[in-house]
């Protein structure tokens, strides 16, 4: 069973528009993290923020806003004036214990953001 | 600074020819990751060391292996790599486990001819 979900493939926003990109996530454990990672055109995947799940406080970092709600499991992503910088695929991402107790990353598949100036 | 290094870039090999790819970090940390990432697909991890204890994902296929002779570098090994062996490989760091912020190469790109 899948257990990170981004339900958006694509999107494709004019430059200073906001945009949400969208996470669902599917746990048992209690204790869990949450993340967000950039991957742009060179590659690179970029840590973008790690949310435990027991910290519910949204956040903001510039542009960049994170919405967890443990209600709905969601950890959504809002960019805000986007930029044409801010292209690239981002991975919303779920670490939970793996068999044998070893933990493990999980990734969603990835929404493709394309800021066009 | 370059943290998490990876050669080559590009790496072309032809159908069943043995392949190493390599990663090297500068930070010093206990764990590292070798994912694949096919094209538009999420990165999947193939396995990753903790310290020198090697761990295996159960869905790997035993074509592939690693080398961590040391905290620096890490080898993934493809002993006779496939058609559906061609793909991104990404290798990862992390301080402590997992849960910890991940930082990421850039990638080898793998062709398999």
């Known amino acids: 069973a899948q257990k990170v979900t981004q339900a958006q493939t694509e999107i494709s926003v004019v430059e200073k528009e906001d945009v949400t990109l969208d996470c669902v996530y599917e746990?048992?454990?209690?204790?869990?993290?949450l993340f967000w990672y950039k991957q742009p055109p060179s590659g690179e995947l970029v840590f973008l923020i790690r949310?435990?799940?027991?910290?519910?406080q949204n956040e903001i970092s510039g542009r960049y806003s994170w919405n967890f709600q443990k209600s709905t499991s969601s950890f959504n992503f809002t960019i805000t004036a986007s930029q044409v910088v801010d292209s690239a695929v981002y991975f919303c991402?779920?670490?939970?214990?793996?068999?044998?107790?070893?933990?493990?990353?999980?990734f969603g598949k990835g929404t493709k953001l394309t800021v066009n100036p | 600074d370059a943290m998490v290094i990876q050669n080559p870039r590009y790496q072309v090999t032809q159908f069943g020819k043995p392949v190493t790819l390599s990663c090297s970090q500068t930070?010093?940390?206990?764990?590292m990751y070798w994912y694949q990432q096919k094209s538009s697909q999420a990165p999947k991890l193939l396995f990753h060391?903790?310290?020198?204890?090697?761990?295996n994902e159960a869905d790997t296929p035993d074509n592939f292996q690693s080398r961590r002779p040391n905290t620096s570098f890490c080898f993934l090994d493809i002993r006779s790599p496939g058609l559906g062996d061609a793909a991104m490989y990404l290798c990862?760091?992390?301080?402590?486990?997992?849960?910890?912020?991940?930082?990421f190469g850039p990638g080898t790109r793998l062709t398999v001819l």
């Open positions: 949310r435990n799940s027991f910290d519910e």
């Open positions: 060391y903790y310290d020198k204890d090697f761990n």
């Open positions: 991402a779920l670490s939970e214990a793996a068999q044998g107790g070893s933990e493990k990353l999980v």
């Open positions: 930070l010093n940390h206990n764990v």
């Open positions: 990862a760091t992390s301080r402590e486990i997992p849960r910890d912020e991940q930082f």
């Open positions: 746990t048992r454990d209690t204790t869990y993290y």
